[in-house]
């Protein structure tokens, strides 16, 4: 109901946080800081008097009407502790900013709750939030997601600032901010606001929905008063957690609000962001390519838009597979037949091949796991055909598969990312029902000879009558040739990437442990091992190694070899590819 809420009408919905929101970063609530500041007095002001400790630790307020001046509250404190604005900052940013210990452990820094409602404002949902809290998170989240927030934290800003409606973002901190040392804390500060505070509340309470978080109304009778007394045009929402209390229950009542049951503000929030981005996508027109690619390089960097993410890939990934079947021949298997259905297959599995390459390029790591989990929802691919075809047509079925995960592992090596390529290798697994004795291992089900063989790949029209020495090698460099050209790499280098891929998955298909009564191919050949594509090792001809070894060791000795380190195990990184090199001797053909 709120998600459509906010959904249907951008900016008309408000928030209102209070401490239980920052609570779970380490900041301490108002009163919490007031009893430790007493207890520091009571400290300073006679180190040894044990009862005295006790006291101001057990009843501040007791403490400080014995032995303080005036009435307790931060001025006061203050006051006795700090004689100056800069002494006083410095002794309350303990309680505020976090140290390097706190960034470690995640504390006193914006909250998954913080950087949600972040989002909201940015997309434009949310635009006033009214705050109790004095910390500086939601600024913090906002400047991260790069807004700029008009900020009101003392009453007598008021009458200057931006009206709330034709600001973008407006946080009204209603008890101030610490870095103004003017907060509202006592029983008699929270009784009753200055008239400007009633003045604003009472507009966001008439003119918005409301969706309070983490504030329980046991303490601010003023700003009860005001909840209370403003008649609402739109509707009243509350987290579970903090609305248990007899007066959030008659404000509930009383204007007829809705509690949302919620563990935690994290929680709330990030849901509520992401049912409204659901109604987005829901509300949007058909992708095009393009417009997907530029949805997926907004979501890789926000870990917010992971869900996002992958349901874009998953989308388009059921499309694919929904669309192979109506491809597939029901009766010929005539080459000319055959052929126009590689065609085919290339051009339905194009679109998710363009996501899953530009995801590639532009993450930074975090997303390895979501091309992975894409190439395995190829690999499950089932296909049923008639029994004088599935033969052949089952051994394509992975052929949108193997373009996938070609594309992807030119594009990890063309950008030095040799640990997705193992990932996408290793990772996923798929037992073919036809073949049961095969190797499991994504490496091996997609091995060139287990999806096209070198004979289907020579005996196809498209060469017109001529016949290749790596036939399954050069038929997949040749159909993502443009593909490539279309990505921005001109074909010198795609070829000799497409050669570092064949040479890698190569050596990862010759490091894979055995499998114990499963059938391996040898690792794959290709146009790698031909004799023009091998060199002298250092200007010595008699020992000669392929250029994608020469090209693979430049490659370790930049980025090291720690996306190996499982596969090679106690091997040798240079022994072992020196072993690989003595096996690819033998496919070399002259």
């Known amino acids: ?150 900020v009101i934290s003392r009453p007598d800003a008021v009458e200057a600032a931006t009206p709330v409606a034709h600001a973008n973002a407006t946080i009204i901190k209603l008890h101030g901010d610490w870095k103004d040392l003017e907060f509202r804390n006592t029983l008699d500060e929270l009784n009753t606001y200055p008239q400007p505070w009633v003045e604003l509340l009472r507009q966001v309470c008439n003119e918005y929905g409301l969706l309070i978080s983490g504030w329980s109304a046991e303490w601010d009778k003023a700003l009860v008063g005001v909840l209370e007394s403003t008649p609402r045009r739109y509707p009243l929402y509350w987290d579970s957690r903090s609305s248990k209390s007899q007066v959030a229950q008659n404000l509930l009542a009383h204007h007829g609000g809705h509690v949302i049951p919620s563990d935690t503000s994290d929680q709330l929030f990030t849901s509520l962001t992401a049912s409204v981005e659901a109604l987005t996508r829901l509300a949007e027109p058909p992708l095009s390519t393009a417009m997907a690619v530029t949805r997926l390089k907004r979501a890789l960097p926000d870990p917010l838009r992971r869900i996002e993410l992958q349901d874009l890939l998953a989308e388009y990934a059921d499309q694919l597979i929904q669309a192979l079947p109506g491809l597939a021949p029901s009766t010929s298997r005539e080459w000319s037949v055959m052929d126009a259905y590689l065609d085919e297959m290339l051009a339905a599995t194009t679109p998710l091949m363009t996501l899953l390459v530009n995801g590639v390029r532009y993450d930074d790591g975090t997303h390895t796991r979501q091309w992975v989990a894409t190439l395995q929802r190829l690999l499950n691919l089932s296909t049923s055909q008639p029994a004088a075809l599935i033969q052949t047509v089952d051994e394509l079925r992975h052929y949108p598969a193997l373009l996938a995960l070609r594309a992807m592992s030119v594009e990890a090596v063309h950008n030095g990312k040799d640990d997705v390529l193992v990932a996408l290798l290793t990772r996923p697994h798929w037992d073919d029902p036809l073949h049961q004795r095969r190797s499991t291992i994504a490496a091996d089900v997609l091995h060139m000879l287990n999806v096209v063989d070198n004979d289907f790949a020579n005996g196809l029209p498209r060469w017109e009558g001529q016949r290749w020495v790596y036939p399954s090698s050069h038929l997949l460099k040749s159909v993502l040739m443009g593909f490539f050209a279309d990505n921005g790499i001109e074909y010198a280098a795609y070829r000799d990437l497409c050669h570092d891929v064949e040479y890698r998955t190569g050596l990862v298909q010759f490091l894979l442990p055995s499998q114990e009564d499963r059938y391996r191919h040898n690792p794959n050949s290709g146009e790698f091992v031909h004799e023009d594509s091998w060199q002298a090792v250092g200007n010595n001809w008699d020992n000669q190694a392929p250029r994608a070894e020469i090209r693979f060791r430049d490659h370790l000795a930049r980025n090291g070899s720690s996306a190996w380190k499982e596969l090679l195990g106690e091997r040798d990184v240079d022994q072992a590819v020196v072993d690989y090199r003595n096996l690819l001797l033998q496919y070399t053909r002259r």
């Open 1 to 150: 109901m709120l998600a459509t809420g906010i959904h249907a009408q951008p900016g008309v919905y408000a928030l209102l946080l209070g401490s239980g929101v920052s609570r779970s970063a380490g900041i301490s609530t108002g009163w919490e800081i007031v009893s430790h500041l007493v207890q520091k007095v009571a400290a300073a002001a006679d180190p040894d008097d044990a009862e005295s400790h006790a006291l101001a630790q057990s009843d501040p307020e007791a403490w400080w009407s014995q032995h303080g001046e005036g009435d307790l509250g931060y001025s006061s404190l203050l006051a006795a502790i700090a004689p100056s604005s800069a002494a006083r900052q410095g002794l309350l940013a303990e309680y505020f900013e976090a140290s390097e210990e706190d960034r470690a452990s995640g504390m006193k820094i914006p909250t998954a709750a913080h950087a949600a409602i972040a989002q909201l404002v940015k997309d434009g949902w949310v635009k006033v939030i009214v705050t109790t809290n004095f910390d500086r998170l939601m600024e913090q989240a906002l400047d991260a997601a790069g807004i700029a927030p008009q």
